[in-house]
């Protein structure tokens, strides 16, 4: 095993906050600069960002205390909440939600993104406030952390997990590229001409619950929603510690987060065994004819009904918003003849089906990435003892 350090997190380069121009200036806003702010982490799935919702001008820059953060710079938000992580592709400057590094030359920068991530609940527990978190500059840079002494070392570990994050990424931008070709296809065979009927004429709610914990002998697999602000697909693992009730579910039924419906979670689970369940979190459509799975999951997976969701919520804004989920059967979903549906799901079907196989391949890769990341960036496993490719 090779040296390792002792150092502190402002050891390892130059932490950095931001500032927000005024919003009441119009001529501060949509310039050329990017500039971030930790919501534009809450969906984003990859390490490397090169831009946020927003740009600001070259006068909105110099009107506050933001700075042009360089490529590498490693962005970390401070509040609101703490902990969200991503590289800079390119020069970027963010709001003062983050207290970013920008690495010295005895650090590798992917190494210290994997690092804060392996860090990241220990980081968030220094943060402090009553109404919300947050973590100060002088907080953040006095926390301790161990690091292999050798930019090398930190390298070939940043390697190995980035090697999986990649395959990850990739599977995740394939995913998004066959769902928005099946949609075009939806939108190109069934335009507003189409009839319709209500939801209801073709899908029911399932509302089924067991207890997983209450059959222990048996394998059962969970399907989750990990926060109110994750990327689109769900969380996949073994249920059968879970104590509360879940509802059932099967691989012909579809699934639709309730939580913060602003953001698309719409989704055919694999379902790897028989027995498997989902948080209560999810609507559990059945459709009444199973071997039109695909024609419904491409009918919901629409701007317009994820404008009718939004339409029919409890909650306030945001992640305290909740789908209403009897509201949803009254949409009104495209009814051609079936000679048209089963023409349709012919094309459909085998899409969607490679969908299901990378996200079972994505969740084997992030448990095994789960699994690695303490372990490599703590020392207790040596980067030469893994051949990842």
Known sequence: MGFRKTVSIGDLGKIVGGATPSTKIQENWDGDIPWLCPKDLANYNQRYISRGERNITQQGYESCSTKVLPTGTVLFSSRAPIGYIAIAKNPVCTNQGFKSIIPN??????????????????IESSGSGTTFKELSGKTFGAIEVSIPASKDEQAAIAHILGSLDNKIELNNQINDYLAKLVSLEFEKQFGANTPAVDLSNVLDISTKTVKPQDYMEEIWEHYSIPAFDE????????????????YVIDENCILISKLNPSIKRLWIPPCITSRSVCSTE???????????????N???????????????????????????????????????????????????????????????????????????LPKLVTGEINSSVIDIM
């Open 231 to 246: 990327a689109r697909w769900p969380a996949f693992e073994p249920a059968n510690k879970i104590k509360s009730n879940k």
């Open 298 to 372: 491409a009918a919901i997976d629409s701007d317009s009904f994820s404008n009718y969701l939004l339409q029919h919520v409890t909650g306030s804004t945001g992640s305290r918003q909740r789908s209403q989920p009897k509201a949803t059967l009254t949409y009104p979903i495209p009814n051609p003849d079936e000679k048209q549906i089963a023409f349709f799901c012919a094309f459909a079907d085998p899409i969607y089906n490679q969908i299901r196989n990378n996200e079972i391949e994505c969740q084997k890769l992030k448990t095994l990435r789960d699994l690695l």
């Open 282 to 296: 999810f609507i559990v459509y059945k459709p009444k004819k199973p071997e039109y799975k695909s024609f419904y």
């Open 105 to 122: 030359d005895e650090i590798d920068s992917l190494f210290l993104y994997y690092l804060l991530k392996a860090n990241k609940n220990r």
